[in-house]
């Protein structure tokens, strides 16, 4: 709880302010809840809206309003309520208010020691961009974590996991970061196809990012002896976009569902109904990201493509097997692989396109011809003049992608092969030797903050 508190009062002293008031709160309404059944809803309800309310006068007042304002000329000094944004506030809420409903719902029996209590609420590795703990896996190892006795191996895993996040981060998400960063400084030069690939750059780069993050969260928790929910299961094999979000930033998508979603169904249940409530869960998701209309359509169209995607659950790759007749499987699974990743960049594409609506316009976008379209000059002057990286360079990060993709498809699907493969020593100092080589030569180090800290 110390460190959680110093960082925060680096950070900002008057963000630990913010934090102890909503920790109070949950700590406060938490056994109101739990000690009066005729009352209980209406503590829970309080609870709820107090928490919100911090979390909307931070995140919509000082940021939004204040921002609008300055558009129109109006200038309003509130740099010091800036300053008291506490860094991950959103997940810091969702937290928040996941322990006071599972309180509610008895799930879990609300934490009587204060100590404990706000220890879980600002436990630091996990809280500025997730992953976003339940009550009912974290706080049993946090009562405990005074007991443990130092686990060797626990402890040297964990600084294992953070080197591969700061190997991520620096290596790969910060390099494909900045291509999407070139494109989008310049999107009327990098129109057409160089502009397509850039989505996907946009999409997998973010994806690192934030996975890196949560490697180094989970390795330093684990330094302490606790252990974090995973964040990520190989998004990108997702063979439907259904699928996509059971394995991308699934303790988000979890706490909407649980919390956002479920409870609407049980309102308006329906057949229709519960679909409709999936696309406003999508939409909350976006304008979360950040209150802007382009967040709204990203938001609106992962929506519809969910709610499209529920009722012909399976039909494409029926459609592929009859084509393939199940005897190049390998090829069937990719283009099923392909095809989700084309649909689920849809939303991030128009999105863009949206907020570079004053340098390319969407219906130019859409009658390029062939040749205009595929813009050739950019990828030229890209590889031989170098302007993004050196081509062995990229090579190289190619091939650390799809080495590590194919060791967490290991990891998921074929463990005791992983552990076998990982546990020889020869293998160890192989993958260490250059894993430090290559981050020498191809780390990129102008991106110092992770993407998830500005939601």
């Not at 590795?125 to 060797?152: D, M, W, Y």
């Amino acid at each position: 709880m110390i460190s959680s508190i110093g960082m925060y009062y680096i950070w900002n002293s008057s963000s630990v302010i913010v934090l102890l008031f909503i920790s109070l709160i949950v700590y406060f309404f938490s056994l109101k809840i739990n000690s009066s059944n005729i009352h209980s809803r209406k503590y829970l309800c309080a609870g709820i809206l107090l928490v919100s309310s911090v979390y909307v006068y931070f995140k919509v007042y000082a940021e939004v309003f204040n921002n609008f304002l300055f558009s129109r000329g109006t200038f309003q000094d509130m740099s010091i309520l800036a300053d008291a944004i506490p860094l991950g506030i959103s997940f810091y809420t969702f937290q928040a208010i996941s322990y006071l409903v599972d309180v509610y719902k008895k799930i879990v029996p609300p934490e009587r020691n204060p100590l404990y209590s706000i220890l879980y609420l600002t436990f630091f590795p996990q809280l500025t961009a997730g992953p976003i703990e339940r009550a009912s896996h974290l706080l049993p190892q946090l009562r405990k974590i005074v007991h443990n006795n130092f686990n060797e191996k626990m402890f040297y895993s964990g600084l294992q996991l953070i080197a591969l996040g700061l190997f991520k981060k620096f290596v790969l998400a910060d390099n494909l970061r900045s291509f999407d960063n070139m494109v989008s400084s310049d999107p009327e030069y990098f129109y057409g196809l160089p502009f397509v690939i850039a989505v996907f750059v946009a999409r997998y780069s973010t994806f690192l990012d934030l996975f890196a993050y949560i490697d180094i969260a989970q390795g330093s928790a684990r330094l302490f002896g606790i252990n974090l929910v995973d964040n990520f299961k190989q998004p990108f094999l997702a063979k439907s976009p259904t699928d996509f979000w059971k394995r991308f930033h699934i303790s988000l998508v979890s706490w909407f569902w649980s919390y956002v979603y479920l409870p609407l169904c049980r309102m308006f249940p329906g057949i229709w109904t519960v679909r409709f409530i999936a696309v406003i869960m999508f939409i909350l998701v976006g304008i979360w990201h950040k209150l802007e209309f382009s967040f709204f359509v990203w938001g609106f169209l992962h929506g519809v493509i969910f709610f499209i995607a529920s009722f012909i659950a399976g039909r494409p790759s029926w459609i592929l097997k009859k084509i393939f007749r199940d005897k190049l499987k390998l090829f069937q699974n990719f283009f099923i692989i392909l095809g989700t990743q084309v649909i689920l960049s849809i939303p991030l594409m128009i999105a863009k396109l949206i907020l570079f609506s004053d340098k390319i316009s969407i219906s130019k976008f859409i009658i390029l011809s062939w040749n205009n379209f595929c813009n050739l000059s950019v990828f030229t002057r890209l590889l031989v003049y170098k302007v993004y990286m050196p081509w062995e360079n990229l090579v190289v990060i190619i091939f650390v992608i799809v080495f590590l993709e194919r060791a967490y498809y290991l990891y998921y699907n074929r463990r005791k092969r992983f552990d076998e493969l990982y546990n020889r020593r020869l293998v160890q100092l192989s993958l260490m030797f250059s894993a430090v080589i290559i981050f020498i030569t191809c780390g990129r180090f102008d991106f110092f903050t992770f993407i998830y800290y500005q939601y």
